[in-house]
């Protein structure tokens, strides 16, 4: 299931190397330097080059949900791109937001007097632009599946966590991961409709989309509660030295001992306590591939939050750790994916310069993410017929010609400007926030 049906489901209602950060990332301006309690070095080119990379990727691997082929019975290398990309990618996505955060809160010392109240502004303002750009896109044939707006809710959220050493962070992202799928559990399944009725009714965003605040905390495909998780992971990130060597080395055990525990232990869990057989009978549409073209498709799968419709949500979904499920195993295994990825890049960078100039193209596109995302959702809008309502329009060959023509953009405009389309409007709209005394 993808991302864009899977957000029908989930909610009951009948760049160059030197580049600076793109805007869903951006390198804030230089505090004035009596605001700040300590001042902090530069960061090295590797390292923001490494998560501009990893940004890139992580938009290629939504490119791949949105206009990927669909799986076949036979699988292939196909399908299994298809699922790691599905949930992961965004989950990446999240985790980068997290470090972007501190790109503009401070890196290793938090910003405190006034460079601090600035610093807040700027992500207040990008949160409520965020928002609005979101809930429109959102009111397209693309519904839940648009990122955006939830990234909106996600910087708020984050405002209290700002100025928290990477430790702190550390331990609220392990209480997050471990607590809030239970509790998310637990409330989607008082939820009925009446009462989601009630709330959407006096909703102002919920009236002009499909993405109401129920969905953004709740429901959505990204509901806050469960994914702050990956937010607050990445924050963790920003906070710690990825040029020290002995961080490079915690961190090279933490990813994939992360990702052997998530995934092992909740494929040994289900099957231990016959978990696994049940979600198979409570969802057998997932075995036919030809069901995911079926926009009348019963709910059931995990390719959502657990519980995330109406009506009995299945417990066993909390030993699952299927993309979107959004169970403390989903967490674990997708954070694990996200530091391995952002560490491995980042050491690439470092360790083997001559990547930089061939990897250049597509570190360009990670520098204005924001424009290249919602390019993609506004390209695929302009297909004729039901190829604009993905994922109907599905197909290999579509997501090289996506990839392909993204890289091709970005290389061509950072040519003239220094930052992408959309990055250009949200730096001026946060230059407003020089106005805070």
Not at 11 to 35: D, T
Not at 91 to 100: E, K, M
Request: charged letters at 15%; one cysteine or more; hydrophobic letters at 50%.
């Amino acid at each position: 299931m993808t991302d864009v049906e899977s957000a029908k489901k989930a909610h009951p209602r009948p760049a160059p190397a030197l580049a600076p950060a793109p805007a869903l990332a951006p390198a804030p301006a230089p505090a004035p330097e009596a605001a700040t309690t300590a001042t902090e070095r530069p960061a090295p080119m590797a390292r923001l080059v490494g998560v501009d990379l990893a940004r890139a990727l992580a938009v290629f691997g939504m490119f791949a949900v949105h206009v990927g082929p669909f799986p076949t019975p036979g699988g292939g290398v196909g399908d299994w791109f298809l699922g790691l990309a599905s949930g992961r990618a965004s989950a990446l996505f999240a985790t980068l937001a997290g470090f972007s955060l501190m790109l503009i809160a401070g890196r290793r010392e938090p910003r405190t007097g006034l460079a601090g109240r600035q610093a807040k502004a700027r992500i207040v303002i990008r949160a409520v632009i965020l928002l609005v750009l979101g809930t429109a896109l959102a009111m397209t044939s693309f519904g839940g599946a648009v990122i955006l707006s939830f990234y909106g809710v996600y910087f708020l959220l984050a405002l209290p966590l700002l100025r928290l050493r990477a430790r702190t962070l550390a331990i609220i992202a392990v209480a997050l991961a471990v607590v809030t799928p239970q509790v998310a559990f637990g409330l989607r399944a008082l939820l009925t409709e009446p009462i989601v009725n009630t709330i959407d009714t006096y909703d102002p965003i919920a009236r002009i989309s499909d993405v109401g605040v129920l969905d953004l905390l709740l429901t959505g495909l990204y509901p806050a509660i469960t994914w702050m998780t990956f937010v607050v992971t990445g924050m963790t990130l920003g906070r710690l030295d990825l040029t020290s060597g002995a961080v490079r080395r915690r961190l090279a055990v933490v990813g994939p001992a992360l990702i052997a525990f998530g995934y092992g232990v909740s494929w040994l869990a289900l099957r231990l306590s016959g978990g696994a057989q049940k979600i198979v009978v409570r969802s057998p549409e997932m075995k036919d591939p030809g069901a995911m073209k079926d926009p009348g498709m019963t709910s059931g799968s995990f390719d959502m939050p657990v519980g995330g419709g109406l009506g009995s949500p299945e417990a066993w979904g909390l030993l699952a750790a299927e993309p979107h499920s959004g169970s403390t195993f989903d967490l674990i295994g997708s954070i694990g994916i996200a530091i391995t990825v952002l560490l491995c890049l980042t050491v690439a960078m470092d360790r083997l310069p001559w990547l930089r100039r061939p990897a250049t193209p597509i570190i360009t596109v990670g520098t204005m993410s924001l424009t290249i995302y919602v390019g993609h959702i506004l390209a695929i809008l302009a297909q004729p017929g039901e190829a604009a309502a993905p994922p109907q329009s599905a197909s290999a060959a579509l997501l090289l010609w996506f990839v392909l023509g993204a890289i091709l953009f970005a290389v061509i405009w950072s040519r003239f400007f220094r930052r992408g389309p959309l990055e250009y409007l949200l730096n001026g709209a946060t230059k407003l926030a020089n106005s805070v005394r």
